[in-house]
C-alpha cells in the first residue's frame, strides 16, 4: 500500500522540532556545581556570547560561549565512576558527557569521570659538572590504584596519568586492611595505593590500602 503523499512532510516535520533524540555532549569539563545546575566548558571555541541587553541595546553582561550551564532535574539521572549518584557528587574538573532533553539546557542523564592527577615526573640523580653525561633515568611501570578519593559509602580510585577512574560501594561487610592491619573506611586516605576485590554490582568485598611507597 503506497503511503499518503503528506506523511514524508510531517515526519521531515518532526525531525525539525524538538521531538529528536537527544545527542549526550563530548566529555567536556564541569568549571562549577550549583544545588539544581552544572557549568560545562566544552571543546568548542570559545569566543563570548552576549546573555544580557539594556534598554538602549548596549551589550552589559557577556560570558564565554564555550560554556554552557545544564540544569538538573529530579528526573535527571547521574553517575559518577560508573556508580548511581546525587549532582552535589560531581566536583569541578571532572568529565563529564551530557544528554539534553527536548530543552537544550534541560539535562536528562549526566556521566561524570573523576580524572586522575598525571604521572610524576621522575627525580634525576644531580651529576657534578664535568664527569661525562648524566645517568638515564630507570622508570617503575604503575600497576597499582591510588585512593582518589573516599567517603563512607564509596571509594574512588585509579592510576596516575589514566583517563578516567572507578568508584565502589562500601557496605558493613566490607573487608578493610591499611598497611595490613584491620581497619575502618576512616582509616583510608586519598594517595595511598589500594588493592579492591569487588563483588557484585561495583561493591567493594575487600580494600587492602598502604601508604604510598613513591614519595
Known sequence: ?????????????????????????????????????????????????????????KRTTEK?????????????TITVDGLPSKVSDIHPGMRVAVVAGLTPTDADSI?????????????????PKGKGKPPKQAFRKITEDKVLAIRPDRITVGQNGAQ????????????????????????????MTVHINAGAQSTAASIDAANRLDK
Request: proline letters at 9%.
Open 64 to 76: 564565554p560561549g564555550n560554556v554552557v550551564v545544564y540544569h538538573v532535574q529530579s528526573l535527571t
Open 164 to 191: 578516567s577512574a572507578t568508584a565502589y560501594l562500601i557496605t558493613p561487610v566490607t573487608a578493610i586492611t591499611v598497611n595490613g592491619k584491620k581497619a575502618t573506611v576512616s582509616d583510608i586516605r586519598t594517595g
Open 1 to 57: 500500500m503506497k503511503k499518503p503523499w503528506y506523511i514524508p512532510l510531517i515526519l521531515l516535520s518532526l525531525a525539525g522540532s524538538g521531538l529528536q533524540t537527544a545527542r549526550a555532549s563530548q566529555f567536556d569539563q564541569v568549571m562549577s556545581v550549583g544545588a539544581d545546575s552544572i557549568s560545562v566548558r566544552t571543546n568548542k571555541k570559545a569566543g563570548f556570547k552576549v546573555t544580557d541587553i539594556d534598554i538602549d541595546g
Open 111 to 127: 556521566v561524570a569521570n573523576t580524572v586522575p592527577p598525571p604521572v610524576p615526573k621522575p627525580k634525576g640523580t644531580p651529576v
